[in-house]
């Protein structure tokens, strides 16, 4: 598929997903989002990609929402047919390795449904994040209003959905909301260096640590250890714990193939 609206790009380890609409602030229109879909499909079983970043072009925005163009004159009942399918706020969900949002300027509606579904989330300074929907007479549909209320809070959640009003990114840090805060001009280094650490780990462990972690928002206390208990001695099925071991003994850097 040779995409008109995202860029794709794998090195060292790390894929960049990059939504590439900085005219329109990287609103998401429908090709869009297919083509997210696409891309995350194509990314989950290459062996040379261990980590995904998802960011915006230029220096505006991450995404500010759906595309409201694409919201005129819908019915309940198309906008219902638009919404089946793979959606892209479950696809990063599900994605089986770590996603991290870098999060480069308005992060508005479904920019922030997105952040909220990847794994990490890092802003620039300038950054300012938002459920704006209730200003256009409508609420949050990508999993604003369940996944923003388990990360920050039913409070907090509240008071951003309900008057639509943007919070800056020191604030965005300080609910939670996002992982760490850097400087406009440091945030694709410091949010590379996140992920060459995190893309030096055992894939296999990243996966089941990952699913260990999601399970603890949809399920009890008891069934999540349980799972907790599963994946762990899963990860010793593996040659990346045997590595892992025996690197730490050896005293020297585990080499993890993802076997
Ligand atoms: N859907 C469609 N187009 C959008 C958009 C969106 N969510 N967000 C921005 N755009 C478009 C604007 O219509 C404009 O297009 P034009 O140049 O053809 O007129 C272009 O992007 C630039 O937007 P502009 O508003 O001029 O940029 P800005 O830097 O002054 O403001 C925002 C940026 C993000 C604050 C502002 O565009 C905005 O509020 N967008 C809507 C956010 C929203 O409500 N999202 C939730 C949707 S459910």
Do not use: W
Not at 23 to 45: M, Y
Not at 53 to 58: A, E, N
Not at 65 to 72: L, R, S, T, Y
Not at 204 to 210: E, H, P, S, T, Y
């Amino acid at each position: 598929m040779v995409y008109q609206n995202i860029l794709l790009e794998t090195k060292d380890r790390i894929s960049t997903l990059t939504i590439n609409r900085p005219d329109k602030r990287n609103a998401l229109n429908q090709a869009t989002r297919d083509e997210i879909v696409h891309a995350l499909e194509s990314l989950q079983s290459s062996v040379d990609s261990r980590v995904l970043i998802v960011t915006g072009s230029g220096d505006k925005a991450f995404i500010a929402g759906a595309d409201i163009n694409e919201f005129e004159g819908r019915t309940a009942l198309t906008q219902r047919e638009a919404m089946k399918g793979l959606r892209i706020f479950d696809a990063v969900e599900e994605f089986p390795k770590p996603v991290i949002a870098m999060i480069n300027g308005f992060c508005l509606g479904g920019g922030l449904e997105l952040a909220l579904a990847c794994d990490l989330r890092f802003a620039s300074d300038n950054a300012k994040l938002g459920q704006p929907e209730i200003n256009l007479g409508i609420i949050p549909g990508g999993g604003g209003t369940q996944r923003l209320t388990r990360l920050v809070g039913e409070g907090k959640s509240m008071e951003l959905i309900l008057t639509g009003d943007p919070i800056d990114a020191a604030q965005a840090k300080g609910i939670g909301l996002v992982n760490d805060v850097f400087p406009a001009n440091e945030l694709r280094d410091r949010v590379h260096a996140v992920a060459v650490r995190i893309a030096e780990k055992s894939p296999i462990a990243l996966r089941m640590a990952k699913e260990a972690v999601k399970t603890a928002a949809r399920t009890t206390l008891r069934e999540g250890l349980s799972r907790e208990t599963d994946l762990f001695c899963f990860t010793f099925g593996s040659q990346d714990k045997e590595e892992g071991v025996r690197a730490f003994l050896e005293k020297r850097k585990p080499d993890f193939k993802g076997r």
